[in-house]
Structures are given as C-alpha cells and as structure tokens.
C-alpha cells in the first residue's frame, strides 16, 4: 500500500498535486495536442462511431457568468485537479457545479477527455450526470449537476459541531446505491469499466442522500476476451488501492471491490482510509480492521462512536463481514461487486429504528480519541 503513486488525497492541494495521479502509457486515440482546443466530439466519433456525447459545449464566459467570474464565495471545494465551483447556468436557470481544471498540462487534458467520454456514454441513477463542458483555448471546465450534500466524506469525516452525523439507516442506503453504480459499471457497461478511483470524496449526495460516484478521469476499460486484467501505470489515492494493483500496476475490477471495501469500512466505523492523527497501528484503517475481523465479539468496537450505539447489531456483523471479503488481500477471494449489491440492498431494506430495537452499548474500544469531532 505503500506505493509512491498511489496518491493521498487528504488534506491540501499541494499535497495532492503532489502525490496523486501519474502520467498512464496513453493511448494513441487519446493523444491530444496541447495547446490546441480540444475537440470532444470528434474524438468521441474516431473511437468506433459508438460516441453520442450527450453533453452540452459552453464557452468560457457563459461558465464565467454563472459563478460570478468564479468568485471565492462560489467555491464548493478543491481537489487534485482544481476547483469546483456552484453556478447557476444563465440560459436554464439550472444550478450547476462547474469544475475549471488546473492549466497544467497533459494529465489533467487527457483525463478531461477521459471523463467527458466516460460520462457521456454511460448513465445510471448512481452516477453523477455530465451537463457538458468547456474546452476553450487552454481552458478545460466540466459541468455536473449539483449535488446538494456534496461528497460523503464530508459527512463521515471532520464533522463541524453543528452538522448532523450520518445514521444507520442513511449510510447503509448511501453504500448500498455506490455498489450499484459500480455494478453498472462491471456489468452492465461493454467492455466493462474499471473505476479506479472510488474514495468517499468521489460519492456525492443529492439532497435524499442518494448517492452519485463521481470523477472518471482515471477510469479505465475492463480487460475483454480471456484477459484477466489490465496492466497501466499505477494510479489512485492512498489508503484504497488495492495491494496487488498497487505491487505490480494489474488492474482488474477486483481493485474497485478492495476499494469498496475500504469506503465501506469508513462508512461503518467513521475513520479515515490513512489518518495520521491516530496511533501507528491505526494509521491505516484496513490494517486496524484486519485482526479485528477474526473476532465477533470486537466487531461492536468497530462501530462509529458518533451512532452512538444506534445500529442493529447483526446489521452491523453483516456490513463488517461484507467489508471484510471486499478488502481481502487475493482479488480472486474477493466477491463481484454484484453480490456486494445483493448483500447491501437487503441490509439497506433492514430499517433500524432506535425508537424500538435495542441500542448498543457504547465501545470502549477506540484507542485513540477522535481528534476533531
Ligand atoms: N457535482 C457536484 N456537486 C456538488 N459538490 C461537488 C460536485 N462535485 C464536486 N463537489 C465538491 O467539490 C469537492 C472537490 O471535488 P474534486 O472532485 O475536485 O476533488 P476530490 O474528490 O475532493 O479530490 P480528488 O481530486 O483527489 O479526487 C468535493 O469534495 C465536493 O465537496
Ligand atoms: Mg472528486
């Protein structure tokens, strides 16, 4: 797990610039020159003619007049690859999220493309919606639909006092429609889809909680025929990158239930993927849960303090031994995402209600106190 490309996403910008993607072997149709604009569409139709691009092309001035010439108090967030900003889009009166990429050259241009044509062919209820772009000069925007709750890691981790914490109910609803959306993208897309970049960060919530897998700029496509996988540049964040992907950069969709597993682990107990601010053998969550898993009689330790004992204790066993397959250290023990899904909509449809079934007594078991809740 310790791979230098493998990046963290964590705190800072810098940080992730830093350490986040690298450059992949890139193919021959997705060599874009530079300095040119970028053409979308045409690039959509060389691959095979299978390329509806759905989405809209704006210039650079309508996005500009939508965030207040993206003004500070418009900003929804910041990632690795710039800023996300809420707009509202001056022809429909639509509220948007508009995503203005850093100008740094090849990386970010070629999963621009990648994530435009990704999200223009495929759609599902637990997808984030591509509304359309801009590529105008050097300048490369993407324009989502808004997600009103924002991303999940915004709701599991370092939580401002006045922000309600995620219940029961809520979070095993939220896991259970982002294993659908990868399940759409394993089986249902041909060839099928490899994320690669699946993190709290990347599932966004719309204002029922639904959740929305978002960000495509890494994802690639599935190994077809009798290939088992696909062999690239080991690209991801830290803390979720499947170890056998990140040893000898064999992707396979395997690497998005190690990495499922991982969201699905922070979801259930409200730690972090890495989170330094914890005792060393806590810095990584899977290596904290591992020795935990062997015991039942620990898994009520694993629970987030913040449920305050709120949850179906067999619920909770379930989603633990659901999360411990997914993040076995050998892919070809880990399940396909579609059993995942089977799984998590029963555990989903299990409604906890605190009113009437037992709460849990509450853990004595994390170590170290959470820092900043
Ligand atoms: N469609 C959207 N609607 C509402 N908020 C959004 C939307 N897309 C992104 N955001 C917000 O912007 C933040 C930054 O998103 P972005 O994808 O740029 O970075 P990230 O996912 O945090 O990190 P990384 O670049 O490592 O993937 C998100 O955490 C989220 O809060
Ligand atoms: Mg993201």
């Not at 959306?181 to 897309?189: I, M, N, S, T, V």
């Not at 960000?215 to 499947?242: E, I, Q």
């Not at 064999?250 to 993927?273: C, H, N, P, W």
Request: with cysteine.
């Amino acid at each position: 797990m310790g791979c230098l490309l493998c990046s963290g996403k964590s705190k800072k910008k810098a940080k992730k610039q830093q350490n986040k993607k690298s450059i992949d072997q890139i193919p021959s149709r997705e060599k874009l020159k530079l300095n040119q604009s970028l053409d979308v569409k045409s690039e959509a139709s060389k691959d095979g003619g299978c390329g509806h691009i759905a989405a809209h092309t704006f210039t650079f001035r309508e996005l500009a007049t939508a965030t207040k010439n993206f003004r500070a108090d418009c900003l929804l967030g910041e990632g690795g690859f710039g800023r996300v900003y809420k707009g509202r889009l001056e022809s429909t009166h639509q509220v948007v999220a508009i995503k203005q990429l850093d100008r740094n050259g090849l990386q970010g241009n070629r999963e621009f493309l990648v994530e435009v044509l990704m999200l223009s062919l495929l759609h599902h209820p637990n997808l984030v919606n591509l509304i359309g772009y801009c590529a105008d000069g050097d300048q490369r925007l993407l324009v989502y639909e808004y997600m009103s709750l924002g991303s999940l890691e915004d709701h599991l981790h370092d939580l401002p006092p006045d922000k309600n914490r995620l219940d029961w109910n809520t979070r095993m609803k939220i896991a259970s429609g982002a294993a659908k959306g990868l399940e759409y993208l394993h089986d249902k897309a041909n060839p099928p889809v490899i994320y690669r970049d699946l993190k709290c960060s990347n599932i966004l919530l719309d204002e029922a909680y639904r959740p929305k897998l978002s960000d495509f700029g890494l994802a690639k496509l599935g190994p077809v025929g009798d290939n088992t996988h696909v062999s690239t540049r080991v690209m991801g964040t830290y803390g979720y990158c499947a170890p056998e992907y990140a040893m000898t950069g064999q992707l396979t969709l395997k690497s998005d239930v190690y990495s499922f597993g991982v969201v699905l682990l922070e979801i259930i107990t409200g730690r972090k993927a890495i989170d330094d601010s914890r005792a060393a053998e806590e810095h990584n969550l899977v290596a904290w849960a591992r020795p935990l898993f062997k015991d039942r009689r620990k898994f009520s330790q694993m629970a987030d303090p913040m449920l305050q004992g709120q949850y179906p204790a067999r619920g909770l066993y379930q989603a633990l031994a659901v999360a411990a397959m997914c993040v076995q250290e050998q892919p070809n023990m880990r399940p396909l995402i579609a059993d995942v899904v089977t799984a998590l909509t029963y555990l989903a449809s299990q409604k906890y209600n605190p009113e009437t079934m037992p709460v849990q007594r509450p853990s004595s078991a994390s170590s170290t106190p959470r820092m900043r809740r």
